[in-house]
């Protein structure tokens, strides 16, 4: 599926979402189901995703439609950069994921860090702030922000998780293979920029 379709398909969702939330008869709400299905469709139809099991994630999305928030955790020892290598493809990417209820952006990250590397850090400064489809990732069907912090190394030793094989610090010529559904080149290599330029203020897009 090409970005396009995706983000038409992400439209039409947020767009279905926002009117069943404000939906005042039951015909608009009959509409807006409407326009829920023919996004489920698109989606299926280009990802090769069973219709009902994309009807039903979308289904689960309650409320006013916003962005996903993603946090990123880039932890430096001796100019190298931590890592951690992905179960689902082998690859690499910066610790982090889905910013979780309850918890600040700089709580979850260091939660984030700790749970797929083993390592506790503390987060110390805000280093960007993207649109994660301003960037070459692959197409998803959520509109998402991925924050990334500089994240102090405080303890801890290199292990594995449920979601990731392993974590090891690299210098920035010996970057391995990244998985770019969560970081890309581009924006590893800016890490390393921010190391070196501490007076930098954070990034946006």
């Known amino acids: ?6 983000d038409w398909a992400a439209r039409l969702q947020a767009l279905a979402q926002n009117g069943l939330e404000y939906a005042a008869t039951p015909f608009d709400v009959d509409r807006y189901q409407a326009i829920r299905q023919i996004a489920a469709e698109m989606v299926a139809a280009g990802s090769g995703l069973p219709i009902d099991q994309v009807l039903g994630r979308m289904s689960g999305e309650l409320g006013y439609a916003t962005p996903k928030v993603d946090v990123r955790g880039a932890v430096f020892q001796d100019d190298a950069l931590l890592l951690v290598r992905e179960r689902r493809d082998h690859c690499w990417t910066l610790p982090g994921g889905w910013a979780e209820v309850g918890l600040s952006p700089a709580e979850n990250v260091e939660r984030e860090v700790f749970e797929e590397s083993g390592y506790r850090t503390r987060a110390v400064k805000l280093l960007a702030v993207y649109d994660r489809g301003k960037h070459p990732h692959p197409p998803h069907p959520h509109h998402i922000y991925k924050i990334f912090f500089l994240c102090q190394l405080m303890g801890g030793e290199a292990s ?22 969560r970081v890309t080149p581009a924006q590893i290599g800016r890490m390393f920029d921010h190391h ?3 007076e930098w203020p954070a990034d946006f897009d």
């Open 196 to 198: 070196r330029h501490p």
């Open 1 to 6: 599926m090409s970005a396009s379709w995706v």
């Open 160 to 181: 594995s998780s449920t979601e990731t094989e392993g974590a090891a610090f690299f210098r920035e010529g010996e970057i391995p293979e990244l998985s770019v559904a």
